[in-house]
């Protein structure tokens, strides 16, 4: 196994643009019922209790 050197300084670069469009495409995926529909129709079905 390679060790890492930890003194290495790393760079992370932020790109609005790649984080708009990934964002966008969560949404249509959320808004299309591809994204949390069957939990969502479970949930709906068979309501659970919570005791707090």
Do not use: A
């Not at 790649?18 to 939990?39: A, L």
Request: proline share 4%; hydrophobic share 25%; no cysteine.
């Amino acid at each position: 196994m390679v060790k890492q050197n930890p003194d290495k300084q790393y760079l992370f670069k932020f790109d609005e643009q790649g984080t708009n469009e990934v964002s966008q495409q969560i949404m249509n995926s959320y808004n299309t019922g591809f994204i949390d529909q069957s939990e969502d129709i479970r949930d709906r079905e068979n309501p659970t209790v919570t005791e707090g």
